[in-house]
Nanobody, 115 residues
Framework: EVQLVESGGGLVQPGGSLRLSCAAS????????MSWVRQAPGKGLEWVSD????????NYANSVKGRFTISRDNTKNTLYLQMNSLKPEDTAVYYC????????RGQGTQGTISS
């Protein structure tokens, strides 16, 4: 059974940083492309970033390009999202998921950007 557990969210001021982690189990992590998606209050799911299985190819939504960095450690079955220069509009629940399979996402971690 696919299990994804997100962590690392919190409350930060605008301009601050957060580093999210996603611990994966129940599938061969090193074979799977992975994604981060988010859901802001009252809005639908928004794709944020993805990374291929080997970690050599990454993609970002225009809204986060240059501020967020996705990475993975296949030896630890863990996906990361480094978020810098955070803005209030980045406030959302952040989820990791197997790319192309949003239903595999975990319970999410809340990131709140507010002064």
């Amino acid at each position: 059974e696919v299990q994804l557990v997100e962590s690392g969210g919190g409350l930060v001021q605008p301009g601050g940083s957060l580093r999210l982690s996603c611990a994966a189990s129940g599938f061969i992590f090193s074979n799977a492309g992975m994604s981060w998606v988010r859901q802001a209050p009252g809005k639908g799911l928004e794709w944020v970033s993805d990374i291929n299985s080997g970690g050599s190819v990454t993609n970002y939504a225009n809204s986060v390009k240059g501020r967020f960095t996705i990475s993975r450690d296949n030896t630890k079955n863990t996906l990361y999202l480094q978020m810098n220069s955070l803005k209030p509009e980045d406030t959302a629940v952040y989820y990791c998921a197997i790319s192309g399979a949003p239903r595999t996402r975990g319970q999410g971690t809340q990131g709140t950007i507010s002064s």
